[in-house]
């Protein structure tokens, strides 16, 4: 039985990535094959797909969900938006001295109220927040947020995050952070890529600030994991279903696309239209849509990783990371990537 420690490794803190490279495609790519490890640049990613393959991203968009304000009383509040239910509320993760109570407004930024109608989530970890008075509650949060740097990124946010910790595609309002794989791409190497005979095709997949949560069990079958909201269009479903009759190979950009397509396919089939998922992939998992992935250096002990073991196989990852870590590689969100070949029945 795999355990939490299984998933732990040494990070030295110079290797965290605090600013992105100086342009998107100019980070570090380690392809990842079962017995071999390739140093290549990601500038060299269309040499390693071929005409006919399909790579899918997800187009989601980074809304500006940290926001800073006060309790009714007078005591500082921040809030981290999880999700913008509709136009009037939204689950989100509240610090305070003391925890707010039902009934307690937040005044934030001088600009909005919020009243605080309960604790919500499946460990009560967030709070039911709905906006009082006047307002749309996206463009309020728009207007009056900053960008939600993950917790591993000591600067606040600065001019240069407002553009790079977006992607060039990103399209779908309601992620709190990053498809961090899809920040590697700019138009340029879209467009050649499809010059090339490479097929893109989108998804959207909100990614919620649950993804920064540390697993807290041991025994990591225990560990439930938060849901997120994705939409995957026909034409997305069509695409795949054209690479596979020409025995193309089907590449996720980033853990949140194989998240989305995976849980798409749990029926055996994969089904077009919006869901919900908290899959949780382990290594064991059978993978039924996905061939190849491309993602950046997860955190120890984090369900990514554990995602990234089940895909290319547990020995085969502690390798790349020790090879990332010796090799100097720049980890997490502004840090460089890795192309992964699926093993079959990888363990």
């Known amino acids: 039985m795999l355990t939490l420690d299984d998933f732990d490794f ?11 490279a100086a342009d998107r495609t100019a980070s570090r790519l380690l392809h990842v094959q079962p017995g071999a490890l390739h140093d290549r640049r990601f500038s ?10 399909l790579l899918v991203f997800n187009d989601t968009k980074v809304i500006k969900a940290r926001l800073f304000g006060r309790k009714d009383s007078g005591g500082q509040v921040e809030v981290m938006v ?46 039911a927040l709905e906006l009082e008075g006047p307002g749309d509650l996206h463009t309020l949060i728009e ?32 992620a709190v952070a990053a498809p961090t794989a899809g920040l590697h791409f700019d138009q340029a190497m879209l467009d050649h890529l499809q010059e090339s005979g490479v097929d893109l095709a989108w998804l959207t997949l909100h990614v919620g600030a649950g993804t920064f949560q540390p697993v807290r069990v041991h025994n990591i ?13 026909e034409a997305t479903v069509a695409a795949i ?19 989305a397509l995976e849980s798409a396919a749990q029926g055996g089939e994969l089904r077009a239209g919006k869901a919900e998922t908290d899959i949780f992939i382990t290594p064991g ?50 840090g460089d990537a890795m192309l992964l070949e699926r093993q079959t029945n990888a363990i």
């Open 241 to 259: 279903e054209r690479t596979r009759a020409r025995q193309g190979r089907v590449i996720a950009v980033g853990t949140t696309s194989l998240r």
């Open 82 to 127: 999880e999700r913008i239910v509709d136009a009037r509320h939204a689950v989100a993760q509240v610090r305070a001295s003391k925890s707010p109570k039902p009934g307690t407004r937040i005044i934030v930024e001088d600009a909005f109220t919020f009243l605080v109608n309960g604790r919500t989530g499946a460990a009560s970890e967030f709070f």
């Open 143 to 174: 207007q009056n947020g900053r960008l939600p740097l993950p917790p591993y990124i000591s600067h606040a946010a600065e001019v240069e995050d407002e553009t790079r910790y977006q992607t060039v595609f990103a399209q779908h309002v309601g």
């Open 44 to 53: 060299e990613l269309p040499e390693l797909v071929r005409p006919g393959d």
């Open 285 to 334: 998992y059978q993978f039924k849509v996905v061939d190849r992935l491309i993602t950046n250096f997860h955190l120890p002990k984090s369900t990514l990783l554990m995602l990234v073991s089940a895909f290319a196989g547990t020995d085969t990852i502690r390798s790349a990371y020790r090879h990332a870590v010796a090799e100097r590689y720049r980890f997490f969100s502004y």
């Open 10 to 20: 040494n990070l030295p803190d110079e290797l965290i990535a605090q600013h992105p």
């Open 221 to 233: 079958t225990e560990h439930r994991m938060h849901s997120e909201r994705f939409d995957i269009p």
